[in-house]
């Protein structure tokens, strides 16, 4: 917790959490690292909750990021239909959060993630693109400039509407 806390002094935009009647029902980070620590945490060289906050990129117009989505989750109480529900309010809200930073000229160059899990691989396979692992978790990308995907569109045109563009 302690380490998580040091990452939201860092940056304040990573952390998405969802409630319902007051209680905490779902969340989720988003990291900005530098490229190769992406790299690494794909691979299993390095586990993205180790990062220390000086690790971490801050939100800077026009400066291009790695964004790892290090986890979400849903709490294990909900029921199936709840836990549907969660996660796609959870998602809508990231998807919000991501077209937030185009607005506010952050160029993203690539989403990553992976999961081990079944519903975390569903999820990631509507949208994402499988990539090669040598590992016992799933690997996932989007590269947003080469991304026809129509939720990653708005977050183009917001970009594109703030005065930066993504790199060539």
């Known amino acids: 917790l302690t380490r998580r806390l040091t990452w939201l002094d860092r940056n304040p ?4 959490v ?11 980070a988003m990291l900005p690292l530098k ?7 794909l691979s ?20 291009p990021l790695y964004i790892y989505l290090m986890a979400a989750g849903i709490t294990p109480r909900a029921s199936h239909y709840e836990k549907r529900s969660y996660g796609a309010r959870l998602i809508g809200g990231m998807f919000k959060g991501i077209l937030d930073l185009g607005k506010r000229g952050i160029v993203i ?7 081990d ?13 499988e990539i090669p692992t ?3 978790a799933r690997n996932f990308i989007i590269r947003v400039k080469e991304s026809g995907m129509p939720f990653i569109q708005p977050y183009k045109r917001a970009l ?3 005065g930066y563009k993504l790199p060539e």
């Open 109 to 115: 160059d690539t989403l990553a993630a992976r999961s």
């Open 13 to 16: 935009d990573i952390f998405y």
């Open 18 to 28: 969802l409630k319902s009647e007051g209680q905490v029902v779902g969340y989720a």
């Open 44 to 63: 299993g060289e390095e586990y993205a909750q180790e990062i220390n906050a000086e690790e971490m990129e801050e939100f800077v117009p026009g400066k």
């Open 134 to 136: 040598n590992t016992y």
């Open 35 to 41: 490229q190769e620590k992406v790299e690494r945490s």
């Open 117 to 129: 899990t079944p519903d975390g691989i569903r999820l990631l396979k509507n949208g994402f693109t």
């Open 160 to 162: 594109e509407d703030s």
